[in-house]
């Protein structure tokens, strides 16, 4: 019984002798936690919302995506061998600065359908990739319009006074054609929305330089009902408005199901 009570005498000595965290000590402790937050959202993933209906029914308006920025970023020597670094493929989807210097600074979010060397028409709607037409189960077609001639037998229509043909991709574009086909030049890709009726893309603004992707999007850490022209709302009154209904209807107008959906 003696025996028991030194030891737990001890004990309680030993923890009463433990040092106190000092208030530098845990000012360092949350400084090094904050620095490393700061570099993954900087270097590793980014948050993005999506704010438009061009790749529904697999992104839709309100999307909160978290998107990988070294998977497709440059190899590099002090981190390469503990990072997946894989080069850009045909299905992947991709977040990238648009090309067009007229939206310089805006990120969009679209489907690699031609990596460089691959030869692109569409006919009827229909994609055909180095001769063969693409099974692709993922597109929206409700909003198809078969008169749209441009948009669905690319590039064999010539572009036309249609203001949401980039003038400079409508200058630049003959110089890609070969035999009907769009050919995909080096250190480029071509992509298109999957709510293929209503995307703006690849054909009306032309080709992704690889420098301007950002990364991959993983998956849907929260979705919420957006309004489609929420985007175009930029006010401050209009933010603080919505901000109000985000809280007032966080439960009711979140979409559960879509909560950390893998995106594909």
């Given at each position: 019984m003696e025996r028991l009570a030194k030891k737990e005498k001890k004990a309680k000595e030993e923890v009463e002798?433990?040092?106190?965290?000092?208030?530098?000590?845990?000012?360092?402790?949350?400084?090094?936690?904050?620095?490393?937050?700061?570099?993954?959202?900087?270097?590793?993933?980014?948050?993005?919302?999506?704010?438009?209906?061009?790749?529904?029914?697999?992104?839709?308006?309100?999307?909160?995506?978290?998107?990988?920025?070294?998977?497709?970023?440059p190899?590099?020597?002090?981190?390469?061998?503990?990072?997946?670094?894989?080069?850009?493929?045909?299905?992947?989807?991709?977040?990238?600065?648009?090309?067009?210097?007229?939206?310089?600074?805006?990120?969009?979010?679209?489907?690699?359908?031609?990596?460089?060397?691959?030869?692109?028409h569409l006919r009827n709607g229909v994609v055909y990739r180095n001769g063969q037409a693409l099974d692709e189960p993922y597109i929206l077609h409700d909003r198809?319009?078969?008169?749209?001639?441009?948009?669905?037998?690319?590039?064999?229509?010539?572009?036309?006074s249609d203001p949401n043909i980039s003038p400079i991709w409508q200058t630049q574009l003959p110089s890609y054609i070969q035999d009907g086909d769009l050919v995909v030049p080096p250190g480029h890709y071509f992509a298109m929305g999957d709510h293929r009726g209503v995307s703006l893309d690849s054909r009306y603004w032309g080709f992704?330089?690889?420098?301007?992707?950002?990364?991959?999007?993983?998956?849907?850490?929260?979705?919420f009902e957006t309004p489609g022209d929420e985007y175009t709302r930029t006010s401050i009154g209009d933010r603080v408005g919505f901000l109000g209904h985000v809280v007032l209807h966080f439960f009711d107008e979140t979409r559960w199901k879509r909560t950390f959906r893998i995106i594909r």
């Open positions: 002798e433990k040092p106190r965290e000092t208030t530098v000590e845990f000012l360092a402790s949350l400084c090094a936690v904050l620095v490393t937050g700061l570099f993954i959202i900087t270097f590793i993933v980014q948050a993005f919302e999506i704010p438009s209906s061009s790749m529904e029914d697999t992104l839709l308006i309100g999307d909160h995506v978290f998107v990988n920025r070294i998977s497709f970023a190899k590099s020597s002090w981190i390469g061998p503990i990072i997946p670094y894989r080069n850009v493929n045909r299905g992947n989807i991709v977040v990238f600065l648009h090309p067009d210097p007229q939206y310089a600074g805006t990120y969009v979010v679209k489907r690699i359908i031609g990596i460089p060397g691959d030869h692109i198809d319009d078969p008169t749209d001639s441009y948009r669905n037998s690319f590039p064999a229509v010539p572009p036309d992704i330089p690889k420098e301007n992707i950002i990364g991959r999007p993983m998956f849907i850490y929260w979705s």
